[in-house]
Protein backbone atom coordinates (compact mmCIF):
# COMPACT_ATOMS: atom_id res chain seq x y z
CA UNK A 1 0.00 0.00 0.00
CA UNK A 2 1.48 3.06 -0.94
CA UNK A 3 1.78 5.94 2.13
CA UNK A 4 2.64 8.76 0.26
CA UNK A 5 1.73 11.29 2.66
CA UNK A 6 2.12 10.03 6.12
CA UNK A 7 5.74 11.73 6.62
CA UNK A 8 4.42 13.41 9.56
CA UNK A 9 3.13 10.26 11.50
CA UNK A 10 6.45 8.94 12.19
CA UNK A 11 9.45 9.23 14.29
CA UNK A 12 12.28 8.92 11.39
CA UNK A 13 10.73 11.20 8.63
CA UNK A 14 10.03 13.57 11.60
CA UNK A 15 13.61 13.67 12.75
CA UNK A 16 14.55 14.15 8.95
CA UNK A 17 12.09 16.96 8.36
CA UNK A 18 13.13 18.62 11.41
CA UNK A 19 17.22 18.69 9.91
CA UNK A 20 16.51 20.13 6.81
CA UNK A 21 15.44 23.14 8.61
CA UNK A 22 18.66 23.16 9.70
CA UNK A 23 21.10 25.63 7.93
CA UNK A 24 24.13 23.69 8.91
CA UNK A 25 23.03 21.05 7.27
CA UNK A 26 25.42 20.69 4.53
CA UNK A 27 28.35 20.99 7.17
CA UNK A 28 27.03 18.02 8.86
CA UNK A 29 29.40 14.64 9.47
CA UNK A 30 28.69 10.60 10.63
CA UNK A 31 29.60 12.77 14.41
CA UNK A 32 26.99 14.20 14.01
CA UNK A 33 24.17 11.67 14.80
CA UNK A 34 23.92 8.69 16.49
CA UNK A 35 24.09 5.21 15.44
CA UNK A 36 21.03 3.13 16.33
CA UNK A 37 21.68 -0.01 18.71
CA UNK A 38 20.32 -2.27 15.99
CA UNK A 39 19.47 -0.96 12.65
CA UNK A 40 16.21 -2.20 11.11
CA UNK A 41 16.09 -4.23 7.70
CA UNK A 42 13.61 -4.88 5.00
CA UNK A 43 14.23 -7.50 2.55
CA UNK A 44 11.62 -7.99 -0.02
CA UNK A 45 10.66 -10.39 -2.74
CA UNK A 46 9.28 -8.44 -5.55
CA UNK A 47 9.69 -6.27 -8.61
CA UNK A 48 11.43 -3.32 -8.30
CA UNK A 49 8.76 -0.72 -9.57
CA UNK A 50 6.33 -2.46 -7.27
CA UNK A 51 8.39 -2.03 -4.41
CA UNK A 52 8.99 1.20 -4.83
CA UNK A 53 6.04 2.58 -5.46
CA UNK A 54 4.98 1.50 -1.68
CA UNK A 55 7.76 4.09 -0.04
CA UNK A 56 6.75 7.21 0.78
CA UNK A 57 8.24 10.63 -0.41
CA UNK A 58 11.77 11.82 0.64
CA UNK A 59 12.12 9.03 2.95
CA UNK A 60 15.86 7.69 1.49
CA UNK A 61 18.82 9.30 2.21
CA UNK A 62 20.93 7.12 0.05
CA UNK A 63 20.00 4.37 -3.00
CA UNK A 64 23.25 2.23 -3.82
CA UNK A 65 22.18 0.07 -7.09
CA UNK A 66 23.81 -2.28 -9.57
CA UNK A 67 20.75 -2.61 -12.30
CA UNK A 68 20.48 -5.16 -14.83
CA UNK A 69 21.79 -3.92 -18.37
CA UNK A 70 19.77 -6.58 -20.67
CA UNK A 71 23.19 -7.84 -21.56
CA UNK A 72 20.94 -11.60 -21.69
CA UNK A 73 23.65 -12.90 -18.92
CA UNK A 74 21.08 -14.41 -16.79
CA UNK A 75 17.18 -14.77 -17.04
CA UNK A 76 16.86 -11.27 -15.04
CA UNK A 77 18.33 -9.11 -18.21
CA UNK A 78 15.04 -9.66 -20.18
CA UNK A 79 13.82 -6.06 -20.82
CA UNK A 80 12.43 -5.33 -24.49
CA UNK A 81 12.86 -1.42 -24.18
CA UNK A 82 15.78 -1.00 -21.58
CA UNK A 83 15.43 2.56 -21.06
CA UNK A 84 11.03 2.46 -20.88
CA UNK A 85 12.18 0.30 -18.21
CA UNK A 86 14.52 1.49 -16.37
CA UNK A 87 12.89 4.82 -16.70
CA UNK A 88 10.37 3.84 -14.34
CA UNK A 89 12.27 2.84 -11.74
CA UNK A 90 14.94 6.24 -11.81
CA UNK A 91 11.57 9.06 -11.30
CA UNK A 92 10.34 6.74 -8.43
CA UNK A 93 14.00 6.56 -7.03
CA UNK A 94 13.82 10.53 -7.24
CA UNK A 95 10.66 10.53 -5.95
CA UNK A 96 11.80 8.28 -2.47
CA UNK A 97 15.12 10.12 -1.93
CA UNK A 98 14.85 12.70 0.49
CA UNK A 99 16.41 16.40 -0.73
CA UNK A 100 19.94 15.68 0.86
CA UNK A 101 19.67 12.29 -0.69
CA UNK A 102 21.69 10.49 -3.50
CA UNK A 103 21.75 7.61 -5.63
CA UNK A 104 24.87 5.79 -6.45
CA UNK A 105 24.24 3.64 -9.62
CA UNK A 106 26.95 0.81 -10.69
CA UNK A 107 27.45 -0.16 -14.70
CA UNK A 108 29.60 -0.26 -17.62
CA UNK A 109 29.64 1.44 -21.24
CA UNK A 110 28.62 -1.12 -23.97
CA UNK A 111 26.60 -1.67 -26.81
CA UNK A 112 25.93 -5.39 -27.83
CA UNK A 113 22.47 -5.24 -29.31
CA UNK A 114 19.53 -2.86 -29.59
CA UNK A 115 17.68 -4.23 -26.64
CA UNK A 116 21.11 -3.53 -23.98
CA UNK A 117 21.31 -0.67 -22.12
CA UNK A 118 24.35 0.94 -20.11
CA UNK A 119 25.09 3.50 -17.92
CA UNK A 120 25.36 6.14 -20.99
CA UNK A 121 21.03 5.81 -21.51
CA UNK A 122 20.99 5.98 -17.88
CA UNK A 123 22.74 9.51 -17.86
CA UNK A 124 20.79 10.58 -21.06
CA UNK A 125 17.58 9.61 -19.54
CA UNK A 126 18.18 11.17 -16.05
CA UNK A 127 19.87 14.54 -18.03
CA UNK A 128 16.75 15.43 -20.23
CA UNK A 129 14.31 13.63 -18.36
CA UNK A 130 14.77 14.24 -14.21
CA UNK A 131 16.32 16.88 -12.24
CA UNK A 132 18.99 14.69 -10.82
CA UNK A 133 22.76 16.27 -11.39
CA UNK A 134 25.69 14.13 -11.97
CA UNK A 135 27.94 14.98 -9.26
CA UNK A 136 30.50 12.28 -9.94
CA UNK A 137 30.98 9.30 -12.47
CA UNK A 138 34.10 6.92 -10.38
CA UNK A 139 36.18 5.20 -12.42
CA UNK A 140 36.79 1.44 -10.48
CA UNK A 141 39.49 0.06 -11.33
CA UNK A 142 40.75 -3.53 -10.79
CA UNK A 143 44.20 -5.39 -11.28
CA UNK A 144 42.39 -8.75 -11.50
CA UNK A 145 40.14 -9.46 -14.16
CA UNK A 146 38.94 -12.01 -17.40
CA UNK A 147 41.91 -12.21 -19.86
CA UNK A 148 40.66 -11.03 -23.48
CA UNK A 149 42.13 -11.57 -27.14
CA UNK A 150 39.79 -9.83 -29.33
CA UNK A 151 39.40 -6.69 -27.39
CA UNK A 152 41.28 -4.87 -24.48
CA UNK A 153 41.24 -6.86 -21.57
CA UNK A 154 38.30 -4.90 -19.42
CA UNK A 155 39.85 -3.51 -15.90
CA UNK A 156 37.39 -1.05 -15.17
CA UNK A 157 33.39 -0.52 -14.12
CA UNK A 158 32.25 3.16 -13.91
CA UNK A 159 29.37 4.19 -10.85
CA UNK A 160 27.62 7.50 -11.56
CA UNK A 161 26.53 9.10 -8.10
CA UNK A 162 23.45 11.68 -8.66
CA UNK A 163 21.84 14.32 -6.23
CA UNK A 164 18.39 14.69 -6.10
CA UNK A 165 19.65 18.69 -5.38
CA UNK A 166 23.15 20.55 -4.84
CA UNK A 167 21.92 20.53 -0.84
CA UNK A 168 23.48 16.93 -1.10
CA UNK A 169 24.58 15.18 2.19
CA UNK A 170 28.94 14.49 1.71
CA UNK A 171 30.72 12.88 4.35
CA UNK A 172 34.17 13.15 3.04
CA UNK A 173 35.92 12.94 6.01
CA UNK A 174 34.67 9.20 7.00
CA UNK A 175 36.47 8.08 3.74
CA UNK A 176 40.03 10.29 3.34
CA UNK A 177 42.59 7.63 3.00
CA UNK A 178 45.99 8.35 4.80
CA UNK A 179 49.08 9.71 3.81
CA UNK A 180 51.94 7.54 3.83
CA UNK A 181 54.73 9.61 6.92
CA UNK A 182 56.56 10.91 4.19
CA UNK A 183 53.72 12.12 1.53
CA UNK A 184 52.10 13.71 5.02
CA UNK A 185 55.22 15.63 5.33
CA UNK A 186 55.49 16.90 1.87
CA UNK A 187 51.57 17.65 1.92
CA UNK A 188 51.90 19.94 4.74
CA UNK A 189 54.54 21.71 3.68
CA UNK A 190 52.68 22.24 0.36
CA UNK A 191 50.82 25.86 0.41
CA UNK A 192 47.79 25.12 -1.44
CA UNK A 193 46.62 22.75 1.10
CA UNK A 194 44.56 23.39 3.83
CA UNK A 195 47.09 21.57 6.79
CA UNK A 196 43.58 20.54 9.22
CA UNK A 197 42.57 18.73 6.16
CA UNK A 198 45.41 17.18 5.72
CA UNK A 199 45.90 15.51 8.76
CA UNK A 200 42.71 14.07 8.16
CA UNK A 201 44.18 12.42 4.95
CA UNK A 202 43.80 12.67 1.38
CA UNK A 203 40.29 12.75 -0.74
CA UNK A 204 40.18 9.36 -2.34
CA UNK A 205 39.97 11.19 -5.96
CA UNK A 206 37.11 9.50 -8.67
CA UNK A 207 39.18 6.63 -9.66
CA UNK A 208 39.18 4.06 -6.78
CA UNK A 209 41.45 0.92 -7.34
CA UNK A 210 39.35 -2.09 -5.34
CA UNK A 211 40.13 -5.72 -6.10
CA UNK A 212 37.05 -7.51 -7.95
CA UNK A 213 35.95 -10.93 -5.67
CA UNK A 214 37.51 -13.91 -7.72
CA UNK A 215 35.60 -17.49 -7.53
CA UNK A 216 37.69 -17.79 -4.04
CA UNK A 217 37.60 -14.19 -2.74
CA UNK A 218 36.31 -15.07 1.14
CA UNK A 219 33.61 -12.63 0.72
CA UNK A 220 32.04 -14.69 -1.61
CA UNK A 221 28.18 -15.66 -1.04
CA UNK A 222 27.68 -17.28 -4.40
CA UNK A 223 26.02 -14.53 -6.42
CA UNK A 224 27.57 -14.33 -9.88
CA UNK A 225 27.69 -10.54 -9.59
CA UNK A 226 28.26 -9.72 -6.00
CA UNK A 227 29.98 -6.24 -5.53
CA UNK A 228 32.98 -6.11 -2.75
CA UNK A 229 32.11 -4.64 0.76
CA UNK A 230 34.45 -2.02 0.72
CA UNK A 231 33.37 -0.41 -2.47
CA UNK A 232 29.81 0.19 -0.88
CA UNK A 233 31.42 0.91 2.28
CA UNK A 234 32.72 4.18 0.85
CA UNK A 235 29.31 4.76 -0.45
CA UNK A 236 27.67 4.42 2.43
CA UNK A 237 29.98 6.16 4.57
CA UNK A 238 30.23 9.39 2.50
CA UNK A 239 26.48 9.67 1.74
CA UNK A 240 24.50 8.54 4.32
CA UNK A 241 24.69 8.98 8.15
CA UNK A 242 23.94 6.87 11.38
CA UNK A 243 20.55 6.17 11.49
CA UNK A 244 19.48 7.31 7.82
CA UNK A 245 18.25 4.70 5.31
CA UNK A 246 19.82 3.03 2.33
CA UNK A 247 17.66 1.50 -0.20
CA UNK A 248 19.22 -1.11 -2.88
CA UNK A 249 15.89 -2.61 -5.03
CA UNK A 250 18.42 -4.52 -7.16
CA UNK A 251 19.89 -6.15 -3.63
CA UNK A 252 21.38 -9.71 -5.65
CA UNK A 253 23.23 -11.41 -2.39
CA UNK A 254 22.25 -8.33 0.03
CA UNK A 255 26.48 -6.61 -0.10
CA UNK A 256 24.44 -2.94 0.88
CA UNK A 257 22.30 -4.92 3.75
CA UNK A 258 25.59 -6.19 5.34
CA UNK A 259 27.54 -2.93 5.02
CA UNK A 260 24.43 -1.17 6.38
CA UNK A 261 24.37 -3.50 9.54
CA UNK A 262 27.81 -2.43 10.47
CA UNK A 263 27.72 1.15 9.44
CA UNK A 264 24.45 1.92 11.54
CA UNK A 265 22.09 2.48 8.65
CA UNK A 266 18.59 1.50 7.99
CA UNK A 267 18.02 -0.46 4.88
CA UNK A 268 15.33 -1.38 2.55
CA UNK A 269 16.25 -4.08 0.18
CA UNK A 270 14.40 -6.10 -2.50
CA UNK A 271 15.26 -8.48 -5.25
CA UNK A 272 12.96 -10.46 -7.80
CA UNK A 273 14.71 -13.64 -6.78
CA UNK A 274 14.14 -15.50 -3.63
CA UNK A 275 17.62 -16.52 -3.57
CA UNK A 276 18.44 -13.25 -2.30
CA UNK A 277 17.28 -14.06 1.43
CA UNK A 278 19.81 -17.29 0.92
CA UNK A 279 23.06 -15.12 -0.36
CA UNK A 280 21.96 -12.57 2.49
CA UNK A 281 21.89 -15.58 5.06
CA UNK A 282 25.54 -16.24 4.10
CA UNK A 283 26.63 -12.73 4.10
CA UNK A 284 24.97 -12.63 7.90
CA UNK A 285 27.40 -16.14 8.51
CA UNK A 286 30.83 -14.78 7.37
CA UNK A 287 30.27 -11.75 9.44
CA UNK A 288 30.31 -13.78 12.51
CA UNK A 289 33.49 -16.12 11.20
CA UNK A 290 35.20 -12.95 10.75
CA UNK A 291 34.23 -11.75 14.47
CA UNK A 292 31.72 -9.02 13.48
CA UNK A 293 28.21 -8.60 14.75
CA UNK A 294 25.42 -9.45 12.11
CA UNK A 295 22.48 -8.49 14.51
CA UNK A 296 20.09 -6.65 13.45
CA UNK A 297 16.24 -6.10 13.38
CA UNK A 298 13.86 -7.84 10.68
CA UNK A 299 11.16 -5.92 9.39
CA UNK A 300 8.12 -7.80 7.38
CA UNK A 301 6.68 -4.89 5.78
CA UNK A 302 6.98 -1.26 4.54
CA UNK A 303 4.62 -0.08 6.90
CA UNK A 304 5.95 -1.51 9.71
CA UNK A 305 9.52 -0.01 8.58
CA UNK A 306 8.17 3.14 8.71
CA UNK A 307 6.12 3.09 11.46
CA UNK A 308 7.91 1.70 13.57
CA UNK A 309 5.12 -0.77 14.55
CA UNK A 310 6.16 -4.54 16.15
CA UNK A 311 6.35 -5.93 12.83
CA UNK A 312 9.63 -8.10 12.25
CA UNK A 313 11.88 -10.26 14.47
CA UNK A 314 15.04 -9.70 16.47
C1 LIG B 1 23.76 -7.08 -10.65
S1 LIG B 1 22.78 -7.91 -9.49
C2 LIG B 1 23.07 -7.09 -7.95
C3 LIG B 1 24.24 -7.67 -7.16
C4 LIG B 1 24.48 -6.96 -5.85
N1 LIG B 1 25.00 -5.62 -6.05
C5 LIG B 1 25.44 -7.72 -4.93
O1 LIG B 1 26.44 -7.16 -4.45
O2 LIG B 1 25.20 -8.88 -4.66
C6 LIG B 1 21.20 -7.39 -10.00
C7 LIG B 1 20.04 -8.04 -9.24
O3 LIG B 1 18.83 -7.43 -9.72
C8 LIG B 1 17.78 -8.40 -9.60
N2 LIG B 1 16.68 -7.95 -10.48
C9 LIG B 1 16.59 -7.99 -11.82
N3 LIG B 1 15.42 -7.46 -12.26
C10 LIG B 1 14.75 -7.06 -11.14
C11 LIG B 1 13.49 -6.43 -10.91
N4 LIG B 1 12.69 -6.09 -11.92
N5 LIG B 1 13.13 -6.15 -9.65
C12 LIG B 1 13.94 -6.48 -8.59
N6 LIG B 1 15.14 -7.09 -8.75
C13 LIG B 1 15.54 -7.39 -10.00
C14 LIG B 1 18.44 -9.70 -10.00
O4 LIG B 1 17.72 -10.81 -9.45
C15 LIG B 1 19.86 -9.55 -9.45
O5 LIG B 1 20.00 -10.22 -8.20
Redesign the pocket.
Known sequence: MAIHNKSHSNHALMSLNKMRKDKSWKQKSAADFEKPDKVKILHSI????E?LRGLPNESVQLIC????YNLELTG?DIYDDYIEWASMWINEAYRVLSPNGSMVI?GGIQFRDVKSGDLIDIIQYARHNTKFKLINTLIWHYKNGMSAHRYFANRHEEVIWLAKSNEYYFDLDSVREPYSEEDLKLALKDKRLNPENTIKGKNPTNVWQIGRLNGNSKERVG?P???PVEI?ERFVKSLSYPGSIVL?????????GRVCITEGRHCLM????PT?IE?FSKHLELMKKIGQSAEYKRIESINAFFNNKQGGNE
Open positions: MDCCFIDPPWFHTQKIDFFAGSGTVCDSDSY
